[in-house]
């Protein structure tokens, strides 16, 4: 159940049942059946006697579902009020159908301005599906206002009303709901932001339509989700040894900026590598020393710079993944470091300060990944994506997630509440497991040597670069989940072993 289907994707699917002999009509009726059970169990948790149910309808197959679901209510003893956004004139096939059923049934039409707060104890927007495409305005609009300022628990059919199927956006104004119940599958815009928390608890619902159809559509998006890349994650062997999973160099920044690579190198070997080196220049080399024990500890310094020290170091072939980026400063000098680790061949991961050094060349990087060996991940946030490859905000974050890994030629993970990860080959996975206490300084270094950790382990046999970097960011939220309030990063590798147990 973790496939993404986007809004052309589901009209496909629904296309693909009818055509196989499942009339529209009866995949509408359980629609509404699946939202008119969520009805119950809300009801059931509220005090809604003396007071309405309200549904709200807009003249597409989204209002058909609210039809059946206001049938429904009311056939089961609830009091209905039915407000429809637009001339009932202009309901054509199963939406005629479903509301010609509700007429039948002694079902009336309410104006829009019956809607008074306090009147309704429950209310289910039915008004625009998934597939809206333009603002929300007028009428519609203030329908949404008034529905928001409610103070009552709302149950959004399909998807809140004005928020975006593909991206998530909000067009113009939205309904802020308390459930949402979707069918078959989700889609993008429950997971992406601000979507995700427009919707509230999202439901999936069975409604008809055979697994099988996916077989046709074949979806590239999933939830990120542990069936996603768990089977490919090869687990230590009891007769095995360090060697066997990788060995880690974690790049360190100069004198008193020397943190972020020691939480990178500390995740890295807690996440499962066999060994972590931490590369120092000299300056540092006390300073790292102080704090590492497990860890291990080069001196990285060259006549012509630091560059020559990164590259004398990586003639030692164990060395079989690099992590760059964390502390390490915004310059030339950075550009020659990630110069080097691609040159040799190594998985690669690139954050922070050694993504922001190519911000005035981003196609000098794409040339240097494309010439690499190794897999290469890119963990930027807004900023630093932006920074690289523009603004491709109106797309969404999905599809500029994977224009970015087209462009790049490296597994893409744009990080945010709704972390997107993304494939060159159009593959992509969207996280919805991070807690809001995610947010704080480090995480982002964690991350990065969790991907390194993992990368290091693939290296010897396992998980390709895009199941690494789903994995990383999965187990990153889930740890600081686990966790709780109070997290800052350091917390984050301590709390893995939980997580992992629990795998």
Not at 53 to 81: I, M, P, Q, Y
Not at 268 to 289: C, H, K, Q, W, Y
Not at 470 to 484: D, M, T
Request: aromatic residues 4%; neutral net charge; charged residues 20%.
């Amino acid at each position: 159940m973790d496939e993404l289907l986007g809004v052309a994707e589901m009209g496909e699917a629904d296309r693909l049942a009818i055509s196989a002999g499942t009339p529209g009509i009866e995949l509408m009726e359980n629609a509404g059946k699946a939202i008119f059970h969520a009805v119950e169990n809300t009801a059931s948790e509220v005090d809604i006697a003396g007071r309405k149910l309200l549904v709200v309808c807009g003249t597409g197959n989204n209002g058909g579902d609210g039809f059946v679901v206001a049938r429904l209510a009311r056939e089961s003893g609830f009091g209905v009020a039915l407000v429809l956004a637009g001339d009932a004139a202009r309901l054509k096939g199963d939406a005629l159908i479903a509301f010609e059923r509700w007429t039948r049934a002694g079902g009336g039409v309410h104006a829009r301005h019956d809607i008074v707060p306090g009147r309704f104890g429950l209310i289910v927007d039915a008004l625009f599906g998934a597939g809206l495409d333009r603002p929300v305005e007028g009428m519609a609009a203030e329908l949404v206002r008034k529905i928001n300022s409610a103070e009552v628990p709302v149950i959004a059919a399909d998807l809140p009303s004005g928020i975006h199927g593909d991206t998530g956006a909000a067009m113009g104004t939205a309904v802020r709901a308390t459930k949402t119940v979707t069918f078959f599958r989700k889609k993008p815009g429950h997971l992406l932001m601000p979507g995700r928390t427009h919707c509230g608890e999202t439901i999936v619902a069975d409604i008809g339509i055979d697994d099988a159809v996916l077989e046709t559509i074949r979806p590239r998006a999933h939830e990120n989700r542990p069936n996603l890349w768990l089977k490919a994650w090869r687990k230590p062997a009891i007769a095995g040894h360090k060697y066997d999973r990788g060995h880690v160099l974690a790049v360190s920044g100069p004198a008193t900026r020397t943190g972020a690579a020691r939480l990178a190198a500390r995740a890295a070997l807690r996440i499962g590598a066999g060994l972590v080196t931490v590369a120092s220049p000299t300056d540092a080399l006390a300073e790292n020393a102080a704090q590492l024990t497990a860890i291990m500890l080069r001196e990285m310094a060259g006549a012509s710079g630091q560059e020559e020290g990164l590259a004398q170091l990586l003639k030692d072939r164990r060395l079989n993944a690099i992590v760059l980026g964390p502390g390490l400063g915004v310059g030339e000098g950075t550009k020659a470091q990630v110069a080097v680790a691609l040159k040799a061949g190594r998985a690669c991961v690139l954050d922070a300060d050694a993504l922001t050094s190519f911000a005035d060349a981003p196609g000098k990087l794409f040339d240097e990944i494309a010439k690499s060996a190794g897999p290469v991940v890119l963990t930027p946030h807004a900023g630093e994506f932006a920074r690289l490859f523009g603004d491709l905000s109106r797309v969404g974050k999905l599809e500029a997630a994977r224009a970015a890994a087209r462009a790049s030629g490296a597994v893409v993970v744009y990080k945010g509440a709704d972390t997107v990860i993304a494939s060159p080959d159009g593959s992509a996975a969207i996280n919805a497991n991070a807690p809001a206490w995610l947010a704080t300084a480090g995480a982002g270094d964690v991350l990065a040597g969790m991907i390194g950790g993992l990368l290091a382990q693939a290296g010897t046999g396992g998980m390709s670069g895009f199941e690494t970097a789903c994995a990383g960011v999965w187990l990153h939220g889930e740890a600081a989940a686990c966790f709780g309030p109070g997290l800052i990063a350091e917390d984050i590798e301590m709390t893995l072993p939980k997580v992992l147990a629990a795998l």
